[in-house]
């Protein structure tokens, strides 16, 4: 069984950045695409931002133009940079990696990493 594992978050002020890492523990094969979403205390998860195996990005509108999402295709890793940070961003934040296998969609998800931005 692969598992996702998540790195980089933390407490940082407002205006401050972090960067997050997802990598898998084991081979994937037939990766679609890998998300980052994030849930705060009494919300529903929500996508932040997406990358599919062509490179093409999509992003929440709440952050769009402060985070940035790319990957490592080599190492099946998924990264969040995260710019310009605001105390709504707070949240725990999950990675989400889909893959195909016999035309069948499938997905892991991270354990979660807490971000928490102060005002």
């Known amino acids: 069984q692969v598992e996702l594992v998540e790195s980089g978050g933390g407490l940082v002020q407002a205006g401050g950045s972090l960067r997050l890492s997802c990598a898998p523990s084991?081979?994937?094969?037939?990766?679609?695409?890998m998300n980052w979403y994030r849930q705060a205390p009494g919300k529903q998860r929500e996508l932040v931002a997406a990358?599919?195996?062509?490179?093409?990005?999509n992003y929440a509108d709440s952050v769009k133009g402060r985070f940035t999402i790319s990957r490592d295709n080599a190492k099946n890793t998924v990264f969040l940079q995260m710019n310009s940070l605001k105390p709504e961003d707070t949240a725990v934040y999950y990675c989400?990696?889909?893959?195909?296998?016999?035309?069948?969609?499938?997905?892991?998800w991270g354990q979660g990493t807490q971000v928490t931005v102060s005002s």
């Open positions: 084991g081979s994937i094969f037939g990766i679609t695409a």
């Open positions: 990358i599919n195996r062509d490179g093409y990005t």
């Open positions: 989400r990696t889909l893959y195909m296998v016999a035309g069948i969609e499938h997905n892991y």
